[in-house]
């Protein structure tokens, strides 16, 4: 059956979006075809406005409205210890915890040769600057515990330790293989309080 | 562990069969391609996930269609039922443990314990090492999740360091060299548990096959496995002297583009009476080595695993001598449950048969009980 293009064309869109297949994509589209025209239009204008008003914190690459991330602009954080970590919903899953106090610096992913991901595709050159210009005195790796993510941490670890900074990496409270961004608050909580040196 | 029935949809040949089991031997009794195979294929992928003779999911699907379903119901202590969905459209499966969804392999293999034997166990004595390492890792996953987790971990870093050795034989970017040390260090660190596991794991499986086949051939040789492993003249493997082999080889793993030293080039020997069985042994030798193997596994995960396994006997029978045939046919009694296939009943008088066994025939993807 050919379907009307402008829906056709809002099923293919909506069906790049990461977990929505073609069926859901389907539903998606009649309902926001069948619903209020007050609801597309917030809809609309909200991911407009994620688009155009937020940016990458010029710092530590979280999430920000700002220049600097409200973390990073916080007085009350302990700005000695960077917690490193692969996106930014890392970062949101952690504070989440509250147990931790420290800024953040987000990579953006994982080494990973197969994608073509090297440290040049990550921010860690973004990182060692850091250690540059701010006085860092710990680095926790954050990073999910698979096979890619303790790779990484393995590498980091390999670059930062020699520049004397102290390296610990989240205790294994987390399940192997799991993504950080699914762990509960709790999970979370006990492994960045209970992290290990490298 | 009793399977109790299973319900197939679009499962290759059968459309829409739902089969009730013995808690005994059942009998799968049907010409070539009718479908009775794809039984015991079913019951593997409740156990396992996957299927143990075709390659891709996408291939077991009926044809025309664009899904298929197996639906078990287990009975242990409690009542379980195991459901796998799969679509062809996303190329997905879904496992389901009575109606919660299960995402990870490692959470379901080893649950119902599942031992199969096939014709194509002949690869296991007379094929290549890589025949006799997947023999060994489907062993040791059903009885360790960590193990399977570990394995999981060791290959997909051997294909990552893989893709990056290629990478550097071509581009010989130097400035990859420090990543290239955190691949070596994560294999090292995998491949160590690897092989360590491997280790115990032969050490305890050995006494399983030498049991099997006193007990079950009733033969009076010696049967041995020996694991063959990096490092074998020296001292104790760790994770900073498998480095240390691993630095010794870099250039011409570069030069290669490949992984030279790890786990994933392991032998394991099979001998009988200190003789190597695949370069000395008799066909009958090897045959008889292929069926205690298995026995050897359902012994073994029975133990580990604390629950008795499903065993799975695929045309075995039309495979080996009567006399062979028949000290198998004995063995299975009382042993569990047991699925075996056959073309004909009629020609298999030697087979100890009691009320509680179940012959079901299969024609065309349609079940009828005898
Ligand atoms: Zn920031």
Same mark, same amino acid.
């Given at each position: ?14 069906s ?26 917030n ?9 155009t ?9 979280n999430?920000?409205?700002?220049e ?22 890392d ?15 987000v ?10 991901i ?19 005195k ?15 941490a393995l ?5 930062i ?38 | ?22 808690d005994?031997?059942?009998y ?22 996957? &299927? ?7 291939? $077991? +699907?009926?044809?025309?269609q #664009? @899904?298929?379903? %197996? ?15 799969y ?17 990870? &392999? ?7 314990? $599942? +031992?199969?034997?096939?014709? #194509? @166990?002949?690869? %296991? ?55 290239l ?28 096959v030498?049991?099997?086949?006193k ?17 074998n ?8 002297s ?17 992984n ?9 020997v ?11 042994g ?89």
């Amino acid at each position: 059956m050919q379907l009307a293009e402008p829906l056709q064309a809002a099923i293919e869109e909506l069906s790049k979006l990461p977990g929505i297949g073609k069926k859901t994509a389907q539903r998606l589209a009649l309902f926001l075809l069948k619903g209020e025209n007050e609801n597309v239009a917030n809809l609309l204008k909200a991911l407009h406005e994620l688009k155009t008003k937020l940016r990458l914190c010029a710092r530590c690459f979280n999430i920000s409205e700002e220049e600097l991330c409200p973390i990073c602009q916080s007085a009350k954080r302990d700005d000695s210890v960077i917690c490193v970590v692969e996106e930014a919903s890392d970062v949101i899953a952690i504070e989440k915890s509250n147990e931790y106090y420290g800024i953040y610096h987000v990579i953006g992913g994982v080494l990973s040769p197969l994608s073509g991901i090297g440290p040049d595709t990550l921010k860690i050159k973004e990182l060692l600057k850091r250690f540059e210009s701010e006085n860092i005195k710990e680095i926790i790796l954050a990073l999910n515990p698979d096979t890619e993510g303790e790779t990484t941490a393995l590498y980091l670890a390999k670059l930062i330790k020699p520049l004397g900074i102290k390296v610990t990496r989240i205790a294994r409270g987390l399940p192997i293989g799991g993504d950080l961004e699914f762990a509960d608050e709790a999970t979370i909580g006990r492994a960045v309080s209970g992290r290990i040196e490298l | 562990m009793i399977l109790s029935s299973i319900h197939l949809k679009n499962f290759r040949r059968h459309r829409d069969s739902y089969i009730t089991f013995s808690d005994e031997l059942n009998y799968i009794v049907g010409g070539n391609g009718q479908g009775k195979t794809s039984i015991l294929d079913s019951i593997y992928y409740l156990c396992t996930t996957k &299927s143990y003779n075709s390659k891709t999911d996408g291939e $077991v +699907v009926s044809f025309n269609q #664009n @899904d298929f379903e %197996i639906t078990g119901s287990f009975k242990d202590l409690t009542q379980e039922e195991i459901r796998i969905y799969y679509s062809l459209e996303e190329n997905k499966k879904h496992y389901f443990q009575n109606s919660k969804q299960i995402f990870r &392999s490692a959470d379901v293999i080893g649950k119902h314990p $599942v +031992v199969i034997l096939t014709p #194509n @166990d002949h690869a %296991i004595s007379q094929g290549s090492p890589a025949d006799r390492r997947r023999f060994v890792d489907s062993v040791i996953s059903q009885a360790s999740s960590l193990y399977l987790k570990n394995l999981l971990d060791y290959n997909k870093t051997l294909r990552q360091r893989a893709s990056l050795l290629s990478q550097l034989k071509e581009a010989k970017n130097k400035n990859s060299l420090e990543q290239l040390d955190a691949w070596s260090e994560k294999l090292a660190a995998a491949g160590v548990d690897i092989i360590n596991h491997r280790k115990r794991f032969i050490n305890e499986f050995n006494p399983y096959v030498t049991n099997a086949y006193k007990k079950i051939m009733k033969e009076e040789e010696n049967p041995e496995i020996i694991y063959q492993t990096i490092n074998n003249a020296r001292t104790e493997l760790n994770a900073n002297s498998f480095l240390g082999l691993l630095e010794e080889c870099r250039e011409e793993e570069i030069k290669r583009g490949s992984n030279l030293v790890g786990p994933h080039r392991d032998e394991f020997v099979f001998e009988i009476n200190n003789i190597n069985l695949k370069t000395f042994g008799s066909q009958g030798q090897q045959k008889t080595f292929q069926v205690v193997l298995r026995f050897a596994q359902f012994f073994y995960l029975k133990e580990k695993c604390g629950k008795t396994p499903i065993f799975l006997l695929d045309d075995v029978f039309g495979e080996l001598d009567a006399f062979r045939s028949g000290k198998i046919s004995s063995s299975l009694k009382n042993l569990g449950q047991a699925f075996i296939t056959l073309t004909d009943m009629a020609n298999f008088s030697f087979l100890e048969r009691s009320r509680c066994d179940k012959v079901i025939h299969i024609n065309k993807g349609c079940v009828s009980y005898a």
